[in-house]
């Protein structure tokens, strides 16, 4: 009697046990499902923002040489989606890139790369450093911008006189517009006027005219009947 007790106990912890582990193994199965759920919950947004951030992960990775003072890249949305779907152009693109950031410079530059959906689009120029206006314009919206301590300064002082410049101009626009609208209404409001004035004068006119004729309707009328009574 006792060893049978013993061996139910034995056989009801293996069956415990192997509950147990079937327990785990659907935590995992179900944590599993769960995780490739949110991965196909992606949407191509989301997955074009995730590409976006390995890529600049990667290129944040490049040594870019001492030489390149300021570095920036520009890279479109069609350029995105084809090395998204193209690995190949997107190896391609990063090769360029490493050979124009890690090539020497016989004087300090900033170098504009210009990436495209196609390897004949992309481009990279560079500027000396003492006249690289054209290279801080072009790059206040790039992908990729990566400046030294020593530009920093003349970097914010150009932008922030870019953008004040910018700021003075669209107010003048802004200025200039509401003066030429006001202008046409007040022009509009003019010749209002003097429309309504004329159609008054004229009104006018017409009715001391009509009152002319009927003068001399009437004196025609009364003048035969007069000569006859005399």
């Not at 870019?64 to 190949?88: C, G, L, Q, W, Y």
């Not at 046409?184 to 002319?212: C, D, N, P, W």
Request: net charge neutral; hydrophobic share 40%.
């Amino acid at each position: 009697m006792v060893k049978s007790m013993i061996t139910s106990i034995v056989n009801s912890y293996a069956a415990v046990s192997q509950l147990q582990g079937l327990n785990k193994n659907s935590r995992a199965t179900v944590a599993c499902f769960n995780k490739a759920a949110q991965t196909k919950a992606l949407t191509p947004e989301e997955e074009m923002a995730a590409f976006k951030k390995e890529f600049y992960a990667e290129i944040s990775n490049i040594q870019i040489h001492s030489t390149v003072k300021n570095a920036a890249i520009n890279i479109s949305e069609a350029a995105f989606k084809r090395m998204k779907d193209d690995p190949e152009y997107k190896e391609d693109i990063l090769r360029l890139i490493r050979r124009d950031l890690c090539a020497p410079f016989i004087h300090n530059v900033s170098s504009l790369i210009t990436v495209g959906s196609s390897i004949n689009e992309y481009n990279a120029t560079a500027w000396s450093v003492t006249a690289d206006n054209d290279f801080w314009s072009r790059s206040r919206n790039s992908y990729f911008l990566k400046r030294t301590s020593e530009e920093r300064g003349k970097e914010n002082d150009y932008a922030r006189n870019l953008a004040d410049v910018t700021a003075e101009k669209r107010l003048l626009e802004y200025r200039l517009e509401i003066e030429r609208l006001e202008k046409e209404a007040l022009e509009k409001k003019l010749q209002k006027a003097q429309l309504e004035q004329s159609i008054q004068l004229q009104t006018a006119v017409e009715k001391s005219q009509l009152s002319t004729y009927k003068a001399i309707d009437t004196g025609r009328v009364y003048a035969p009947l007069i000569a006859d009574e005399v």
